[in-house]
């Protein structure tokens, strides 16, 4: 009995190294949570044996437990890298279509070549549904999940139907003669300041639209337009504040009237100049259609206010300054940034000022996370023991925040892993020295004659 006693003993310590060695094997692992090897003590006996002389049996390996406590972030470059500070899991699965669950700490993400985000194994990261304009989600359940996927292209272009702009032009200039020096944009002695404005045609190419402000008389201004160098009306449209001048190509700009008091002198009722309205579908001076890039036919309405409506241009003794310019057209947007905050919630920033959110990533959490099976690649299935999956938002609740550009080390202490090898170590020897007396014990006996 005493050999199977010190052979139990040995077992047991050999699954004490097993497990340190693994912990300090895996101190780098990126999400992975270190195991505790535990022992209960083996005892048989019956009603008919005297307990008070009974020797126990030995030992037994009860479990190896893992420990999900906190294991320090470690912050990096990448705005994919995630990490759960709190309770909770990453959930992913192995295809689009799957809806087999795994679970991990370990937020190492990147973009595969369909630009999903997915795991160094190619697993794809689950996550909830949101409204592309608001990111509000109306689901957080985990049968609702689906791969996140960040494209590289913001939608379709816009064509620009809308400017709006609002400025100062100075009321100390001197009109300039429209009859003696007509408006020429390549001349600058016939009109006093100009700016531009980069507009968008329906198949998301950019053009120029410039604008030219020019003094007649005291309290007129007349503002003339070009678009990509090629004069074209400013016609007024709806109920006209401003007579048209046609001296150059028969082009006609827009008069503007102030007051006295640098204010926009318009019909009452109104908060601001009536809009010019420049119409791309036509021709320029030498026959040449505006747009000959194959866009559709295009009419633009000059806006004299800014997008709130608030701001309207004025004349004071002041430099020519542009308070606002703005245009509701958008060309095709690449990509430039990815922010995903707390919640999980993925914010996705292109080139052409379009902010999209794309999804809230999913995080999982068990009643017994001692319970979940371990499956290698730092991940977990559920099982009987550790219950269903309770699926949540990031940051809420009993749910952890979600820590972007960072990473969540393993929880392994190295100095504690290294005493514990050493005493793993020394109860290894002790069994084995107590095998070892039990044997010479057995060849005393075998020698008695």
């Not at 009974?54 to 030992?59: E, F, N, T």
């Not at 004349?315 to 947007?333: I, K, M, P, R």
Request: aromatic share 8%.
């Amino acid at each position: 009995m005493s050999f199977n006693i010190a052979l139990s003993g040995i077992n047991a310590s050999q699954k004490d190294l097993d497990t340190t060695a693994n912990n300090i094997s895996n101190v780098k692992t990126t999400g992975f949570k270190q195991s505790r090897a535990e022992f209960a003590d083996v005892y048989a006996t019956s009603i008919f044996n005297a307990g008070n002389t009974k020797v126990g049996d030995g030992v037994l390996t009860s479990s190896v437990a893992q420990q999900f406590s906190q294991g320090t972030l470690d912050f990096t470059e990448n705005s994919l890298d995630m990490a759960i500070s709190g309770n909770g899991f990453f959930a992913t699965t192995d295809g689009l279509g799957s809806r087999d669950m795994t679970y991990t700490r370990s937020g190492a993400f990147k973009l595969n070549d369909d630009k999903f985000i997915v795991d160094n194994q190619g697993n794809y990261l689950q996550g909830y549904q949101v409204d592309r304009n608001s990111g509000t989600t109306s689901s957080v359940a985990l049968a609702t999940t689906q791969p996140i996927r960040i494209p590289d292209v913001a939608g379709a272009p816009q064509s620009t139907d809308n400017v709006f702009t609002a400025f100062n032009v100075d009321a100390r200039r001197s009109p300039i003669d429209g009859t003696a020096n007509p408006f020429d944009p390549e001349t600058p002695s016939t009109y006093h300041s100009s700016t531009s404005a980069t507009i968008y045609d329906s198949l998301g190419e950019s053009h120029t639209l410039s604008t030219y402000y020019v003094k007649r008389d005291n309290n007129q201004w007349d503002v003339y337009a070009t678009f990509d160098g090629d004069e074209i009306d400013l016609a007024p449209t709806g109920t006209a504040v401003a007579s048209p001048d046609t001296s150059i190509n028969g082009n006609s700009g827009l008069r503007l009237t102030f007051l006295g008091n640098g204010e926009p002198d318009v019909p009452a009722g109104q908060t601001t100049f009536d809009p010019g309205s420049i119409d791309l579908s036509g021709n320029n001076a030498a026959g040449d259609p505006y747009l000959n890039n194959g866009a559709d036919a295009q009419t633009v309405q000059f806006n004299f206010q800014d997008l709130s409506g608030t701001t309207s241009p004025t004349q004071f003794a002041s430099d020519f300054e542009v308070t606002n310019l703005d245009q509701d057209g958008s060309t095709v947007g690449r990509l430039t940034n990815v922010d995903i905050d707390k919640s999980g919630l993925i914010a996705a920033t292109y080139s052409n000022g379009d902010v999209q959110y794309l999804g809230q990533v999913s995080i999982v959490r068990f009643a017994n996370e001692q319970g979940l099976t371990q499956i290698g690649g730092t991940k977990w299935r559920e099982s009987i023991d550790s219950g269903e999956p309770l699926s949540g938002e990031a940051n809420t609740g009993t749910f952890g925040g979600i820590e972007a550009s960072a990473l969540e080390n393993s929880n392994v202490n190295l100095t504690k892993e290294l005493v514990d090898l050493i005493t793993a170590q020394r109860n290894f020897q002790a069994n084995s020295r107590s095998l070892e007396v039990n044997n010479t014990i057995n060849q005393t006996i075998l020698q008695i004659r």
